[in-house]
């Protein structure tokens, strides 16, 4: 069985940093792309950022120049360093991958998803 276990996260002053990890684990054949998105209360999910196995980037317009994602394939493993944080960057911060299993196809999965508060 496949899962995203997320880790990081928390409460930080604006201006501060704060790095996120999402490792996937099981019988994994191959993960293609890798994300986070962020769900504010009372607001949609959103892309924050993904990146694919081969280190294509993409970024919501919010947080460019603000956060790096990054990726380890051999651990399949995602980071997302926030850097800059601003009050209107909290949110539930959830992981997502598109993932091949062994003997299955390719599906989407996400994770349990982790609070980052941004506050003074």
């Known amino acids: 069985q496949v899962q995203l276990v997320e880790s990081g996260g928390g409460l930080v002053q604006p201006g501060g940093s704060l790095g996120l990890s999402c490792a996937a684990s099981?019988?994994?054949?191959?993960?293609?792309?890798m994300g986070w998105y962020r769900q504010a209360p009372g607001k949609e999910r959103e892309l924050v950022a993904d990146?694919?196995?081969?280190?294509?980037?993409k970024y919501a317009d919010s947080v460019k120049g603000r956060f790096t994602i990054s990726r380890d394939n051999a651990k399949n493993t995602v980071y997302l360093q926030m850097n800059s944080l601003k009050p209107e960057d909290t949110a539930v911060y959830y992981c997502?991958?598109?993932?091949?299993?062994?003997?299955?196809?390719?599906?989407?999965?996400w994770g349990q998803g982790t609070q980052v508060t941004v506050s003074a």
């Open positions: 990146i694919t196995s081969g280190g294509s980037m």
């Open positions: 099981g019988s994994i054949f191959s993960v293609n792309v």
């Open positions: 997502n991958a598109d993932i091949r299993p062994y003997f299955s196809a390719e599906s989407n999965y």
